[in-house]
């Protein structure tokens, strides 16, 4: 089964206006975490939001917010006043602890890539 | 300025011979991971590292190597017996104990195999 999924495999939006990518996640870890990553055409990851699950508010960084529904398990990424060069490939992607022996790694879906249009 | 770096951006190699990919990192992290993508596809764990001397087997291992000599250095191998080579490879580091785990990327090796 599919640990993480995102089912926009591309997402339009006009410049200055804001878009939520949708990401939803399997797990039976109570400890786990959230992130998204930007993928320019140039392949360098760029971090951009990281949810815990044990936290209780939503995550934001400037542009970029969480929409955290934990009982839905959902954790939809929000970009607020797109711009140009917002557009990128967008992964999602899901760190679980497993008994403290993860060691980190993560787990990522698919991908949604979005076109800002001016 | 602390990164990570991989050498070289891109790679051609000929079928049936290994190649080693390079990934350095100076932040001091002590966990790394190396992840393949396929065109237009996420990224799929190949192995991960969280001391020197020490590493594991990620979703994808069939074909690859790596050694942890120093912590700094991750290189890994794509053997002969990887059947798909051709991909863009990612190394990774983190902090072991930070809250979040964040992994900072490196810029990427592309491996053309012919």
């Known amino acids: 089964a599919q640990k993480i999924t995102q089912t926009q495999p591309g997402m339009f939006v006009q410049e200055k206006e804001a878009v939520t990518l949708d990401c939803t996640y399997d797990?039976?870890?109570?400890?786990?975490?959230l992130f998204w990553y930007k993928q320019p055409s140039s392949g360098e990851m760029i971090f951009l939001i990281y949810?815990?699950?044990?936290?209780?508010q939503n995550a934001t960084e400037g542009r970029y917010s969480l929409n955290f529904q934990k009982a839905r398990k959902s954790a939809n990424l929000v970009i607020s006043a797109s711009q140009l060069g917002d557009s990128a490939m967008y992964f999602c992607?899901?760190?679980?602890?497993?008994?403290?022996?993860?060691?980190?790694?993560?787990?990522f879906g698919q991908g949604t890539i979005l076109t800002v249009h001016p | 300025d602390g990164g990570i770096t991989q050498s070289p951006k891109y790679l051609f190699r000929k079928e049936g011979q290994n190649v080693t990919l390079s990934c350095e990192q100076n932040?001091?992290?002590?966990?790394m991971y190396w992840y393949r993508q396929d065109p237009g596809q996420g990224l799929r764990l190949i192995y991960y590292?969280?001391?020197?001397?020490?590493?594991q087997k990620g979703d994808i291992a069939e074909g690859y190597s790596v050694s942890r000599e120093k912590k700094e250095s991750f290189p890994l191998t794509v053997t002969s017996a990887q059947k798909n080579p051709t991909a863009f490879y990612l190394c990774?580091?983190?902090?072991?104990?930070?809250?979040?785990?964040?992994?900072?990327f490196g810029p990427g090796t592309r491996l053309t195999v012919t």
């Open positions: 990774a580091s983190s902090m072991v104990g930070s809250v979040s785990y964040e992994q900072y």
């Open positions: 797990t039976s870890d109570p400890s786990y975490g």
């Open positions: 949810q815990g699950s044990y936290d209780q």
């Open positions: 992607a899901m760190r679980e602890t497993a008994g403290g022996t993860s060691y980190g790694k993560l787990t």
């Open positions: 932040l001091n992290h002590d966990a």
């Open positions: 590292s969280q001391i020197v001397n020490d590493f």
